[in-house]
T-cell receptor, first 115, second 116 residues
Framework: EAGVAQSPRYKIIEKRQSVAFWCNPI?????LYWYQQILGQGPKLLIQ????????DSQLPKDRFSAERLKGVDSTLKIQPAKLEDSAVYLC?????????????FGPGTRLTVT | AQSVTQLGSHVSVSEGALVLLRCNYSSSVPPYLFWYVQYPNQGLQLLLKYTSAATLVKGINGFEAEFKKSETSFHLTKPSAHMSDAAEYFC??????????????FGSGTRLSIRP
């Protein structure tokens, strides 16, 4: 089966610019996650969707970050305006169900550099 | 609150030697525990998971981990390291938020290097 797809793989922008990342989860996976992974740290959950509804966005900086999953499949994460501290790898993951024991499948990530 | 602590940000072993990566967790309820591996410029891949069945869990690529409740540990081992094992390893605990949702808390990671 096809894995989680993400694009672009790399992005370089200047601070205060906007950027958007796209994710296509594994077919049939109802739950989708966006993580931020800063260099030298583990991934940190930004937002979790169940179908097209938000389950958890408690760690999403809502003044500048937004995400949507309109048809319960693809998802887009946006940053507007970007700050230097947003430089990180943004990982998308999906799972069959939100239950705690279900494996999350990760995409390759988008490496964002803000200059 | 659930949390994960990985002891040692960098571990280096010789090829053929034992690999031991340490993970301690904090959880108020029986946890689900995971080990993920991340190769350079790739996403995370599940190595193994503990879901309250057998305490010794076998995973892919010859790795295994043992759940020890008394020590709140879930250390990852492999009897004989291979050059291809060089990667970043993350221990994680699943936090059940409510009946229909959970989220994973990741440790800070351990970079494993293999010496020829």
């Amino acid at each position: 089966e096809a894995g989680v797809a993400q694009s672009p793989r790399y992005k370089i922008i200047e601070k205060r610019q906007s950027v958007a990342f796209w994710c296509n989860p594994i077919s049939g996976h109802a739950t989708l996650y966006w993580y931020q992974q800063i260099l030298g740290q583990g991934p940190k959950l930004l937002i979790q969707f169940q179908n097209n509804g938000v389950v958890d966005d408690s760690q999403l900086p809502k003044d500048r970050f937004s995400a949507e999953r309109l048809k319960g499949v693809d998802s887009t994460l946006k940053i507007q305006p970007a700050k230097l501290e947003d430089s990180a790898v943004y990982l998308c993951a999906s799972s069959l169900s939100p239950g705690g024991h279900y494996e999350q499948y990760f995409g390759p990530g988008t490496r964002l550099t803000v200059t | 609150a659930q949390s994960v602590t990985q002891l040692g940000s960098h571990v280096s072993v010789s090829e053929g030697a034992l690999v031991l990566l340490r993970c301690n967790y904090s959880s108020s309820v029986p946890p689900y525990l995971f080990w993920y591996v991340q190769y350079p410029n790739q996403g995370l891949q599940l190595l193994l998971k503990y879901t309250s069945a057998a305490t010794l869990v076998k995973g892919i690529n010859g790795f295994e981990a043992e759940f020890k409740k008394s020590e709140t540990s879930f250390h990852l081992t492999k009897p004989s390291a291979h050059m291809s094992d060089a990667a970043e390893y993350f221990c994680a605990v699943s936090l059940v938020q409510y009946s229909s949702a959970s989220k994973i808390i990741f440790g800070s990671g351990t970079r494993l290097s293999i010496r020829p």
